[in-house]
């Protein structure tokens, strides 16, 4: 579905945190996993901390069960021996004993160091904190997986794991997408939420394409050729009418409900939802140097994240800037930015060069805010009307 059309609210109704009406959800010996959009809310924890919250029933036993070995040493009664016994053999049975190596295989999976699951999720970056979601999910004992935007800030190399792991899974998995080469590779059904409306075809993506344009095509052709019979009708009764003999008017008549059952019946096209069109006009012309940096360095905490770089870049070039989660990428935009200072080296922009700066996690945004006033404040000298066609 389209932005805006509330595809994440269906896996929420499973956790029924959604319902507004009566609804009836089959799920016998189902086991969920779901894996959010916006992750990890708790930035104080570490990465290590964070993922074995999946295992808080565990935990929980674990300090049952240390409080009762210390009350049984004082006060070694039947009744505390017995809830011991029991509460051992459940956790047990539960992975007790592995749950805390298994989290930690989990993370070395997607690529952890044992410092990084040391670090604490504030200072992750976007794609370390996508990957401690998936391993959450990964680890909790799913059979069903609810996937929101999974592919959100994964590297390359992760989304590629990511591909690999859903292939050989036993399980079902629903996911919301708008990577279409990744619905392509792994995807049977396509459910498309258009109108308030889920329609179902069969297929990966591109299959999902060929088969709404024919059903598009065959609607649009059907509702032609009942119009082209309506007005045909229509233009049969003004007639009779004219003629005004008793005949004629009964004849009208049958040949009005005649038109009315063919409106009734005809399905309307849906209107095309308009291509997006961005215009982005320049205010100054920048001189042909954009950007220069010479010998830059960072480190965090002692860690280096790169060092001696050296970049240029000229007016309209284009520069995709790759490598895995963690890397510095984005501290690079920020030392760039002068957000971060570099531990060495220096950074020149040319003459005339206003930069514009995307964050991926949307930080600048103040989420109290409404929308239009999010974009009026920064823009006060704005209308109302320009302010909202600018949205629209």
Known sequence: GRHAVPCNRVPCCWPDRYFRHP???????????????????DLDRTA?????TV???LINMETELSELNDEISVHPED???E??????????????LTFRSRARSALLGLGFTDEQMGQVVGVLSGGQRAKLQLAK???SGANLLLLDEPTNHLDIQSV?????FLRSWNGAFLVISHDRYFLDRLCGHIFEMENGHLTSYKGNYTAYQEQKEWKERTVQRQYENSQKEIHRLEDVVTQLK??????????????????????????????KQEHLHFHFPVVQRSGNDVLKAENLSLAFKGQTLFEHVDLELHRCERVFLLGPNGCGKTSLLKVLLHQYQPISGKVKFGANVQVGYYDQLQTGLHMEKRVIDEIWDSYPKMTETEVRSALA
């Open 242 to 271: 004219k003629w005004n003999r008793e005949k004629s008017i009964k004849t009208a008549e049958s040949k009005e409900k005649v038109i009315a059952r063919l409106k009734e019946a005809q399905t309307v096209p849906e209107a």
């Open 79 to 81: 009744i505390l021996i």
């Open 83 to 96: 809830r011991q016994a029991q509460l051992n053999d459940q956790f047990v049975q539960n992975g007790g």
């Open 160 to 164: 590629e794991w990511l591909e690999e």
């Open 55 to 57: 295992f808080s029933s």
């Open 48 to 52: 290590y901390a964070e993922v074995l």
């Open 23 to 41: 609804a009836y959800i089959q799920a016998s010996s189902t086991v969920l996993g779901y894996m959010e959009q916006h992750v990890c809310r």
């Open 137 to 139: 999910m990964l680890l």
